[in-house]
């Protein structure tokens, strides 16, 4: 399918960014992006429905669809970031009755804390687009 990605890609864009798109959409294939996925693009939605095999669950393209979709991914990152404060809360408690070593400590806690604050940035987001949604919906 790699060589379709970039027929794909030519057939409708200019030569150096369809290429440039189907290097991307290639470097897409290998990662696994469990649901939903959030596309930011801010386009037609043209990558996305090159580069993935299945639709993405909502995005910025779909904020002009008006038909509820943004609404209710944005409730379902309220609710993934909640459960991910729950967890987040629940692993660093096990992690300080647990962990003897205080390198080790201080490196699992870093990650964790990385990983609450991608969490609270995703729902930054879904909080932006049920902005626009609502503004211009």
Known sequence: ?????????????????????????RFYQDIALPEPVLDLGSGDAHFASVAFSRPLAVGV?????????????????????????AIYHEMLGRLFE????????????????NLERCVDQAEDV??????????HG
Request: hydrophobic share 40%; proline share 1%; aromatic share 6%.
């Open 1 to 25: 399918m790699t060589h379709d990605l970039l027929w794909r890609n030519l057939y409708d864009l200019p030569a150096f960014r369809g290429l440039l798109r189907a290097v991307e959409a």
């Open 61 to 85: 393209d779909q904020l002009k669809k008006r038909d509820g979709d943004v609404m209710k991914a944005s409730l379902h990152a309220k609710q993934l970031e909640e459960e991910a404060d």
């Open 98 to 113: 647990t962990e003897t070593n205080a390198i080790e400590l201080v490196k699992w806690k870093e990650i964790y804390d």
């Open 126 to 135: 879904a909080n932006v687009l049920e902005s626009i949604s609502i503004k």
